[in-house]
């Protein structure tokens, strides 16, 4: 099912939490709506099925118009970070139920119900808990039940609130991988919300990325995050040191942690740095330092194994810090101006920052 959002706003009183949003999705999509707290992911999400009303714009499905049809209507699935299963039916009964409720008419029969309901619990791996209730199931198994049970109805699109946010980063990380196998085996039509750039630029096919009720940049994850289209969404997709040009300018400078080279001896055009502190994260080092020149503080990140290969250091030393590709944006048109690194910033620029 394909899904077009056209001209969508939406306001809670005089307060608009959906601007004039236009999204289109392709049919098999596995699209992540990526932004900060209120930016207006759920709000677009609840627009889609048809749990809200939209003030204006149009939405359609498959290019005919949903605008004004019905949850029910709508079929679509749903899963929510809190679960929600019933906790007075076993694990078999709440897969069951959305198929237990349909009328008469369309309800299959008691054989064919459990029969599809053995094969989505076998789909989410957890046959051997029919039996329990949801009270004997852990998160993670308590969330790839709810999506067993939003899967029964055979929706055509599937949606997803933080599904996994309410779990531990090891579980979630395990259910990101095993949802991106299910979608990729039933390709539906699938929308999730995250505030969490990783799980968007790891399980997501679009990345569309929100920020006060506006869609600031559609693309895969390699675009969003190699071409981002503004500060903003820049700044939303990984660690970032933001330099200002000057008290005067609009323009701000930003570099990924990742792309300043540390040195002990002066190597191409660097800045000599104070260390400040040292991070050891598993396999990432993370060094804080602060700019001799100008006293900004700053961040580089490099792997333990590089980090070993430079020891020791520690905090007061003084390192050459390279920066590899700093990107531009105008502060006030949030447009990006240009780019560092080997493909070279402007040079009133460059000589400022470097
Ligand atoms: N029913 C409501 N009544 C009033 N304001 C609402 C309602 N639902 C959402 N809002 C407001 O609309 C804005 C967008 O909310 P929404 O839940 O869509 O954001 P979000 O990006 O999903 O945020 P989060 O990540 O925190 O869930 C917020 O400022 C929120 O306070």
Redesign the pocket.
């Known amino acids: 099912m394909g899904i077009t959002i056209k001209d969508v706003s939406k306001a809670?009183?005089n307060?608009p939490?959906v601007k004039n949003v236009n999204l289109e999705i392709p049919t098999g999509d596995f699209v992540a709506l990526l932004?900060p707290?209120?930016?207006?992911?759920?709000?677009?999400l609840r627009l889609i099925a048809g749990l809200e009303g939209l003030d204006s714009g149009g939405i359609f499905f498959n290019d005919k118009e949903y605008t004004y049809k019905t949850i029910k209507e709508r079929n679509v699935g749903f899963v929510f970070q809190n679960y929600a299963l019933f906790k007075h039916m076993t694990i078999f009964e709440n897969v069951a139920f959305g198929l237990n409720v349909k009328p008469r008419k369309t309800r299959p029969s008691k054989n064919e119900i459990t029969e599809k309901v053995n094969e989505l619990l076998k789909l989410v791996q957890l046959e051997h808990l029919a039996t329990r209730y949801p009270s004997q199931l852990s998160g993670g198994q308590r969330q790839r039940i709810a999506l067993a049970r939003a899967l029964a109805v055979e929706p055509e699109v599937l949606l997803l609130d933080e599904p996994f946010g309410a779990l531990d980063a090891k579980v979630r990380q395990e259910l990101r991988h095993w949802l991106r196998e299910i979608h990729q085996r039933l390709n539906i039509t699938t929308i999730f919300?995250t505030?969490d750039q990783e799980e968007a630029l790891e399980m997501a096919d679009t990345v569309v990325v929100?920020n006060q009720?506006q869609i600031e940049q559609i693309g895969s994850p390699e675009e969003v995050y190699q071409k981002p289209a503004n500060a903003f969404v820049y700044s939303f997709l990984g660690r970032v040191n933001e330099f200002r040009d000057s008290k005067m300018s609009e323009a701000i400078s930003y570099i990924r942690p990742h792309e300043i080279v540390l040195r002990k001896f002066l190597q191409g055009n660097s800045i000599l740095s104070e260390v400040s502190h040292i991070h050891i994260i598993g396999s990432t080092v993370r060094i804080e330092l602060r700019r001799q020149d100008t006293g900004a503080l700053f961040e580089a990140e490099m792997s333990i194994d590089q980090y070993q290969s430079m020891t020791p250091v520690k905090r007061g030393d003084i390192l050459f810090a390279e920066f590899k590709n700093i990107i531009v944006f105008d502060h006030h048109k949030e447009n990006k101006l240009a780019h560092g690194g080997k493909i070279g910033i402007r040079n009133s620029l460059k000589s400022k920052l470097i």
């Open positions: 809670f009183g307060f939490a932004g707290s209120g930016s207006g992911k759920t709000t677009l919300v505030h929100m009720g």
